[in-house]
Antibody, heavy 120, light 107 residues
Framework: QVHLVQSGGGVVLPGRSLRVSCAAS????????MHWVRQAPGKGLEWVAM????????YYADSVKGRFTISRDNSENTLYLQMNGLRDEDTAVYYC?????????????WGQGTLVTVSS | EIVMTQSPATLSVSPGERATLSCRAS??????LAWYQQTPGQAPRLLIF???TRATGIPARFSGSGSGTEFTLTISSLQSEDFALYYC??????????FGPGTKVDI
């Protein structure tokens, strides 16, 4: 059974940095790209970033490009999102999620979510 | 960027009734569309992929249809646990992967 267990998050001052993690189990981590999706309080879902199965290709939403970095440690089956230069509008629940394979990108399952609050 | 729209924003129905939710893409996305359900405080759950294929464990009362730019999620007979938010997502043209704004199904 696939499990995505997230950690990190918390309250951070504007302009500061934070890293969230996602520990994967129940599948061959190195076979799959991975994604981060976020949800601001009371708002809809926003795709944030994607990393290929081997970590060589990374894609970002324009809203986070240049500030956020997605990465993975395939030896530890762990996905990361390093968030720098955080802004008030980055306040959201961040979810890691997995596509079904290398060709299509719907998302299933999702991690439990981790709340990042940017506030002074 | 593909813009996804959903209607209505809120759908008020009674248990046992049929619910029809719409999703529209700003360009042809073929059938590269997924539907998700989200209940308060929970992560989204995949319902439908490929516009019409139910995900594992999803009850048969959920069905998806459409292709191109117009899509529909139908819940044939609403159960109490179906009152939730529903999002559509396109995965044909990326990045970015884009979601609709959601439809809230409530009583």
């Amino acid at each position: 059974q696939v499990h995505l267990v997230q950690s990190g998050g918390g309250v951070v001052l504007p302009g500061r940095s934070l890293r969230v993690s996602c520990a994967a189990s129940g599948f061959t981590f190195t076979d799959f790209g991975m994604h981060w999706v976020r949800q601001a309080p009371g708002k809809g879902l926003e795709w944030v970033a994607m990393i290929s199965y081997d970590g060589k290709n990374k894609y970002y939403a324009d809203s986070v490009k240049g500030r956020f970095t997605i990465s993975r440690d395939n030896s530890e089956n762990t996905l990361y999102l390093q968030m720098n230069g955080l802004r008030d509008e980055d306040t959201a629940v961040y979810y890691c999620t997995k596509p079904p394979g290398r060709t299509f990108n719907w998302f299933d399952p999702w991690g439990q979510g981790t709340l990042v609050t940017v506030s002074s | 960027e593909i813009v996804m729209t959903q209607s209505p924003a809120t759908l008020s129905v009674s248990p046992g009734e049929r619910a029809t939710l719409s999703c529209r893409a700003s360009q042809n996305i073929n059938n590269y569309l997924a539907w998700y359900q989200q209940t308060p405080g929970q992560a989204p759950r995949l319902l439908i992929f490929g516009a019409s294929t139910r995900a594992t464990g999803i009850p048969a009362r959920f069905s998806g249809s459409g292709s191109g730019t117009e899509f529909t999620l139908t819940i044939s007979s609403l159960q109490s646990e179906d009152f939730a938010l529903y999002y559509c997502q396109q995965y044909n043209y990326w990045p970015p992967f884009t979601f609709g704004p959601g439809t809230k199904v409530d009583i």
